[in-house]
């Protein structure tokens, strides 16, 4: 009996550490590699070309002096800046606008006899230039500091 217990206390842990898996050591992880992308030479004829910068519009003849007169000035109109850049194109900045973009709104406008109508966020606004004064909504513009120095 002596026998019997002495190779079961020393058959047991044998067969203990060999199902647990007690000698198996594990590989070390490999760490993962880099990815290298190929760095591939550009020259000159494969550097993609920037489009042109195109020069400001021109001042169609077929416009009104009184109406050429008034593209390209800009006017304060209350807390309103307004820069009249083309024949249809006004860009309005400050006041309401000052939240909505820091450039500035940009909206169509027409001129017809003098008369200007400006549309802009769903309403209309008039007013009239004459060459020298504009008014719109019955409020006389008048030139910004920047543009009298």
Known sequence: MKKAIY???VL???LLMV???VFKEEPPQALP???VFPQIPLDDSQTPA???ISPPPSVPDSLSPLHQSLIGTEWKIGDITAHFKTANQVTLQGGPFAELAM???ETAYTFED?????????ETQTGTWDGTTLSIN???AVLPTSSLE
């Not at 003098?114 to 769903?122: C, D, E, P, Q």
């Open 7 to 9: 190779s079961i206390n």
């Open 12 to 14: 047991i842990p044998i």
């Open 19 to 21: 199902s647990c898996d």
């Open 33 to 35: 590699r880099p990815v």
């Open 50 to 52: 920037h489009p042109p």
């Open 103 to 105: 450039q500035g709104v």
């Open 114 to 122: 003098g008369n200007i109508t400006i549309r802009v966020l769903g």
């Open 138 to 140: 019955n409020t006389t």
